[in-house]
Nanobody
Framework: QVQLVESGGGLVQAGGSLRLSCAAS????????MSWYRQAPGKARVLVAA????????DYADSVKGRFTISRDNAKNTVYLQMNSLKPEDTAVYYC??????????????WGQGTQVTVSS
């Protein structure tokens, strides 16, 4: 059974830090690119950060560049999102995402259940 379980969310003051974790199971973690998305109330879910299967390349939304860092540990089947200098506009539910390709190269996705991050001003 595929599972992505996020943890580490919570309430933090502006300027503070949080580290999100996403523990994966039920699939070959190292064969999947991993991403973090977020969804604020009344808004669409958007990509925050992504990392390739081996961890050699990362990408970030402009709004978090220089503040957030995505990383992964393939030995622990876990992806992380270190969030520094948090702002109230970072308040959202954060979702872990795994992207893979099947035997005909069709893309598929797995999603976690989300973890709430609230940044107070």
């Amino acid at each position: 059974q595929v599972q992505l379980v996020e943890s580490g969310g919570g309430l933090v003051q502006a300027g503070g830090s949080l580290r999100l974790s996403c523990a994966a199971s039920g699939f070959t973690f190292s064969n999947h690119a991993m991403s973090w998305y977020r969804q604020a109330p009344g808004k669409a879910r958007v990509l925050v950060a992504a990392i390739t299967r081996g961890g050699g390349s990362t990408d970030y939304a402009d709004s978090v560049k220089g503040r957030f860092t995505i990383s992964r540990d393939n030995a622990k089947n876990t992806v992380y999102l270190q969030m520094n200098s948090l702002k109230p506009e970072d308040t959202a539910v954060y979702y872990c995402n795994a992207e893979g390709r099947d035997y005909v190269q069709k893309v598929y996705y797995y999603w976690g259940q989300g973890t709430q991050v609230t940044v107070s001003s």
